[in-house]
């Protein structure tokens, strides 16, 4: 009878130690998973605070390639010979400047609508 009783004695103060034991890898496992969860969410906020930059550097890029394309026209506008009305290339000139504005306005995503007027001409997007 004292053997039963040391016995249950040492059960209850081991109880702690024994719920410890077998509860940690239930809520070890428990802290991952909520762990993940958790940090999910502000992964998730800083990948697309992320991706938003680097879609903003992408835009500046692209703009800048824009601008290049804006440049070259205005190249191409300055140096269309308007004095020689008999130049053998003066279409394939036109030519040339209507497709680097067709490039243009696809790169801006504008539609152009260019009007004759009696007044003269005019350009409208």
């Not at 969410?41 to 703009?63: D, K, N, W």
């Not at 394309?69 to 000139?93: C, N, V």
């Not at 209507?98 to 790169?107: D, G, V």
Request: aromatic share 10%; hydrophobic share 35%; glycine share 10%.
């Amino acid at each position: 009878l004292a053997l039963e009783r040391a016995d249950v004695f040492h059960a209850i103060v081991m109880l702690d130690e024994r719920f410890h034991r077998e509860g940690y890898p239930d809520c070890y496992e428990d802290d991952g998973r909520l762990g993940r969860i958790e940090g999910k969410q502000p992964g998730v906020l800083h990948g697309a605070r992320m991706g938003s930059e680097i879609r903003c550097y992408q835009g500046f890029t692209f703009g800048q390639q824009e601008m290049k394309a804006l440049a070259s026209l205005m190249g191409m506008i300055q140096k269309f010979p308007y004095s020689e009305p008999a130049y053998d290339k003066l279409r394939e000139g036109l030519e040339r400047i209507r497709a680097k504005l067709k490039l243009l306005c696809s790169l801006l995503n504008v539609r152009p609508d260019f009007k004759m007027h009696a007044e003269g001409c005019g350009l409208s997007f």
